[in-house]
């Protein structure tokens, strides 16, 4: 359960937020959504694997592969996210998008872990201001307004995305096995990509439709990114001692 109102700068002039990643804001997590405007950054470091979204009649969504075991996120190294990418859900903090007349605006989850308590940290620094104390937004906020455009814009290209991807024939089933050790085995079943033999089998017109959609570049860098698979292992048996 969320507790989230719109974002005021007089009720949350006070606000302040909690820095840093880990657990306790719900980042031990072994897989994380993915937006279209952050492929480019994101299949630099992970692996972009895609689920179907029954509830949302069976639209791709994406998701970045963070570990092999239930609740592991190898990216997680104390409080420090150790990717080059972080994505965009873990950087939009107890930050939402909400409507108000049709038209976008900002919520804040006031239940979230990273809220403080009113008057809290003020003293000692903890955390940092989501407003700045004569007005505008603090650098906090800045971040998370950034995230929120991000997925503000994935969102709206899904559905129009999905559709192309399964058009042209781009998304088939995958398999992937890792074996670690001789007791250590994982499968991902259920998963879907975009492969870079798909990619290359498509004709002329098809690299054209997917070109004037804004999609070839995204698709090639998901295809691309099967590769970091290897990476994600490695980090794994590093963690495994």
Request: glycine content about 10%; aromatic content about 6%.
């Amino acid at each position: 359960m969320t507790n989230a109102v719109r974002l005021d700068n007089v009720a949350h002039a006070k606000l302040r937020i909690a820095t840093g990643f880990g657990a306790s804001f719900g980042d031990a997590v072994n897989q994380i959504a993915l937006v279209l405007p952050e492929f480019q950054e994101a299949q630099r470091d992970y692996p972009i694997l895609f689920l179907r979204d029954e509830a949302q009649g069976g639209i791709l969504q994406a998701v970045a592969i963070l570990g092999l075991d239930k609740n592991e996120n190898l990216f997680l190294e104390g409080d420090r996210w150790a990717a080059g990418h972080v994505p965009v859900l873990a950087r939009r903090g107890p930050f939402l998008i909400g409507l108000a007349d049709g038209e976008p605006v900002i919520h804040v989850d006031l239940d979230h872990p990273r809220i403080l308590p009113e008057g809290n940290g003020i003293e000692s620094g903890e955390g940092e201001p989501v407003f700045r104390p004569h007005g505008g937004h603090a650098p906090a906020l800045e971040r998370a307004m950034e995230a929120l455009r991000a997925i503000h814009i994935g969102h709206e290209a899904a559905a129009g995305a999905s559709a192309l991807f399964d058009e042209l024939g781009l998304i088939e089933s995958v398999t992937l096995n890792v074996q670690l050790s001789d007791r250590h085995s994982y499968n991902f079943e259920g998963y879907l990509a975009i492969t870079p033999e798909r990619i290359a089998a498509l004709d002329g017109p098809a690299l054209a439709r997917l070109n004037a959609a804004g999609l070839l570049l995204p698709a090639v860098f998901a295809a691309g990114s099967l590769a970091n698979m290897h990476q994600l292992i490695a980090r794994k048996r590093a963690r495994m001692g």
